[in-house]
């Protein structure tokens, strides 16, 4: 029996406009738990979700994101930005270093609220749900500019995230930009 060892920059990698995402553990390595490097663009918003059976774990690498991770007192079908919990949560913005669990039924959200790229690790318990799920969201962004979004709703019913807030992608109106290349650890 042998483990596996990923290089820095290698794995499989997905690459659109709207997303970076690089494979690193999957279950056709054997895994129980499929875990990915993705490189979160300005303007990207993953909307708020929950998913029935799911767990998910995302740790900040670089660069700063919004995260969000409650139940809210009132949910708004049109964003997630201003929610609160019972208690007073509210989104954190977070840096480097920075990591969030979900366990499964937990409304959650992430978004890059900044003009530079972030990166995050991603796990995701079971495989390989979300290894499809990413590959079929490469598919609906490469369709064109704007998301489909009733596209994105049919690919997440089939993999147990129940959508709350719309995904948003709205990168800054800079002629030059361009997500980042993928960035070795």
Known sequence: MSGLIVPPG??????????DVTFKVTAADGSSLSMFEVVVPP???????????SQEFF??????????AFEPAERTAESWHG???PGGDR??????GSCMF??????HAFRNPTDEPARMLFQSYPSPDHERYFEEIVEIFAAGRS???DAVQRMRERYDVNQITPLRFDPPARPDF????????
């Open 147 to 149: 998301v489909d979004s």
């Open 178 to 185: 361009a997500p980042a290349a993928h960035h070795a650890a």
């Open 83 to 85: 929610w609160e919990s």
């Open 43 to 53: 303007g990207f918003d993953v909307g708020a979700h929950t998913h029935t059976h």
């Open 102 to 107: 979900v366990p499964p039924g937990c409304p």
């Open 59 to 68: 740790y900040v690498l670089e660069g700063e994101l919004e995260l969000l």
């Open 10 to 19: 290698q794995g499989r990698k997905l690459v659109t406009k709207a997303q």
């Open 91 to 96: 989104a954190v913005r977070a840096g480097e």
